[in-house]
């Protein structure tokens, strides 16, 4: 059997961590976007063997458990301990690892989907799975449940699936643009003493966005929870100003990646695009995915 789930990527705009001893109490509050590109991820269950076997590949290039250890747990918690064959998950990304694209999370995410379209379970144990794992191993606190829900997304009751409470803003045809520049750990940012100062931001910014709930609030907010937090900074900043001066409503920074994201009309793209390039800069122009995320036997 072949199965293939596809899970949006997510930006976060701002946010604020809320850390508990049960991983499915933990999460985060704040607002973000899902990507019509993302990560998609193929299993193959296969039986035969005098074994259980599971495999992981990123990009088509094989990793081993230290390199992929929340997949592997997701896995590994929803293969039945009994079945005896070869199951492998092929995990393929549209955007780099480490950037803020929530890559983590869809891989968890697709895994545990896809595994437990195979071998027996629901959308909301998976999802649990997967949360769970991302927690325990530090890859994201807010990336699963913003996932679920697709679109663009507020969190306003952290926790995991089931726990937690995620609302969606209404929408135009917006397109998101994206400029990957760099890696940004997750894990020292929440290490560190800025974190003090994004919990009041980033609760700030989302009490003000519920007052007034719209995409361009949004934008507006993320770019002072940035700015408010030092996290938008330096030279990044300074490209942020340039890409202003030819978009209607503010960019931003990826939540937690060394980018920025802007919610672009129509008109805009062109201009958008053409000073990138004369920048040589990368970036990329997606829609916006809503509602869940895909997944279902795949017959290529």
Known sequence: ?????????????????????????????????????????????ETG????????????????????????????????????????????????????????????????????YAFGGTWLKAARVAHRHEVLNRGGLGDVVAQLAGGIELRIKAGGPGYGV??????????VLVVPLGRLS??????????????REGREALEKLLREPSPERMMVLAREFAEKTGLLSGELLELARELDKVISTPSSMIMLGRGLFALLREGEVKNAIT???DLNLPYDVTGIHEGRPKVGRWVS
């Open 1 to 45: 059997m072949l199965v293939r789930a596809f899970i949006p990527a997510h930006i976060t705009a701002f946010f604020v961590p809320v850390f508990h001893d049960d991983p499915l109490r933990a999460g985060s509050l704040g607002a973000g976007v899902n990507l019509s590109k993302g990560t998609t991820v193929f299993a193959s269950i």
């Open 166 to 175: 995620v609302d969606n803003l209404f929408f135009e045809d917006y397109k």
């Open 49 to 116: 063997t005098l074994e259980r076997h599971i495999h992981v590949a990123f990009n088509g290039e094989p990793v081993k458990k230290d390199k992929a250890v929340i997949t592997y747990s997701v896995a590994d918690e929803l293969v039945p301990e009994d079945f005896l064959g070869e199951v492998e998950i092929w995990q393929y990304f549209d955007f780099p690892n480490g950037h803020g694209f929530g890559n983590s999370a869809g891989g968890a995410l697709g895994t545990a989907l896809a595994l437990s």
């Open 186 to 199: 997750t894990r020292e940012v929440l290490d560190g003493d800025v974190v003090k100062v994004i919990e």
């Open 275 to 277: 000073l990138l390039s």
